[in-house]
């Protein structure tokens, strides 16, 4: 019995992604990060807001080991509970767009007609702005906050998103087994929920690992520009705009930020193309 449950399909899955040497490296790492954003709080060796008036602008050193910014602040403090920050920002962004994205995209491909119409234009001039600038727009309209950078992050990378998903539902739609439900008189709810997004669970699943990278990028973006986090809140684009006048003088405000943005994305990109190789049916025989 215990055999044929782990021959069961979600842990050949989870088997796969495993055996998939890129796949295992990014989840390990990402695995620390996020347990780094969880117990930041506790392992910070200071407080991310306490100026120490004797240490402005000191390197790393055995006291501070990422050195202090220009007011005494101790950067590695501020940088562990700007993990949590971050991320936060960034993976409830990105439950807004997994949530309202897959909805318009399923609805879309399986209504058509008229309502495919008008939701792909509404799309499509939305997407002909680049996210960024309409995360910007957004936050413009709503206020500079943690929480609007959140909400206009999510928003913003809809369109993209959407139009992902409808494409990967409109063959789940042409399928055998989903006429054969309409013929029998399924609802489409039922349809949509037991039947298409299943189906396209796979896509959905390396297209939101695929877009967290984005929308860190973008959280940092706009916690560059002072429409994140708010002061003195740390975050990592916010520390990147605090150091970025200091850097002949104090190299490590801006690059132990900046090496932490980058690390993220790029360990969550790679973790996406794993993914989409894993999933994809044309590897399946190699």
Do not use: C
Not at 114 to 143: Q, Y
Not at 254 to 272: Q, R, S, Y
């Amino acid at each position: 019995m215990q055999k044929q449950e782990w021959q069961a399909p979600r842990f050949q899955l989870i088997r796969k992604i495993w055996q998939n040497r890129a796949a295992r490296f990014s989840l390990m790492v990402l695995f620390v990060i996020v347990i780094l954003g969880i117990i930041g709080p506790w392992i910070a060796p200071h407080d991310p807001t306490k100026t120490y008036y004797d240490a402005f602008l000191v390197g790393p050193s055995k006291d501070h080991w990422l050195g202090t910014d220009a007011i005494g602040r101790d950067v590695l403090s501020r940088m562990l509970y700007g993990t949590r920050v971050t991320l936060m920002v960034a993976v409830m962004a990105v439950g807004i767009t997994f949530v309202l994205g897959t909805l318009i995209g399923v609805v879309s491909a399986y209504v058509g007609g008229i309502v495919d119409n008008v939701l792909m234009r509404i799309m499509e001039v939305l997407l002909a702005l680049p996210g960024i600038i309409l995360a910007l727009a957004i936050v413009a309209v709503l206020g500079p906050s943690q929480t609007n950078a959140m909400i206009a992050i999510g928003i913003s990378s809809i369109p993209a998103f959407a139009i992902l998903i409808r494409s990967a539902a409109l063959t789940i739609k042409s399928s055998g087994y989903v006429e054969a439900s309409r013929s029998i008189g399924s609802s489409n709810w039922w349809i949509i929920t037991h039947q298409v997004i299943p189906n396209i669970f796979n896509v959905l699943i390396v297209y939101t690992t695929l877009f967290v990278g984005g929308a860190i990028l973008e959280t940092s973006a706009l916690g560059f520009i002072g429409l994140g986090a708010q002061p003195p809140t740390p975050e990592w684009g916010t520390m990147l705009n605090e150091g970025k006048d200091y850097l002949s003088d104090a190299w490590w405000l801006a690059t132990f930020p900046g090496l932490a943005i980058t690390i993220i994305v790029f360990t969550v990109n790679i973790l996406g193309d794993a993914l989409r190789d894993i999933f994809d049916p044309k590897s399946q025989g190699k």
